[in-house]
Nanobody
Framework: QVQFSESGGDSVQIGGSLRLSCSVSKYPISAFSIAWFRQAPGKEREGISCISSAANGGLPTYRDSVKGRFTITRDDTKNLVYLQMNNLKPEDTSIYYC????????????????????WGQGTQVTVSS
């Protein structure tokens, strides 16, 4: 079974930055789109960013609320996906998860429909003044 492990979360002040890492074991991610999700207290899990496989262009997609602030990248040789988070706001406070997601056709862009039913423990990001 594929395993996702998230790290890099921390408590930071408004305007701070963090870089989250998604480590995937037991399965190569090269052929898959990978997404970052987050779930805040009392809210449903939501996709915030994803990136398609290199063969499909390695194209990123961002939720409007994080555009211009977050950047998703991937390193298939290390089976890692990153999320650079800048200018953090209190509303970014959530537990962040990564997951393989389906590719949209015919655009070949990634979406936010999970491929697997297993999730990692997530990493907590807390933003305060």
């Amino acid at each position: 079974q594929v395993q996702f492990s998230e790290s890099g979360g921390d408590s930071v002040q408004i305007g701070g930055s963090l870089r989250l890492s998604c480590s995937v074991s037991k399965y190569p991610i090269s052929a898959f789109s990978i997404a970052w999700f987050r779930q805040a207290p009392g809210k449903e899990r939501e996709g915030i960013s994803c990136i398609s496989s290199a063969a499909n262009g390695g194209l990123p997609t961002y939720r409007d609320s994080v555009k211009g602030r977050f950047t998703i990248t991937r390193d298939d040789t290390k089976n890692l996906v990153y999320l650079q988070m800048n200018n953090l706001k209190p509303e970014d406070t959530s537990i962040y998860y990564c997951q393989s997601v389906k590719l949209l056709q015919p655009s070949r862009r990634c979406g936010f429909e999970a491929v697997n039913d297993s999730w990692g423990q997530g990493t907590q990001v807390t933003v305060s003044s």
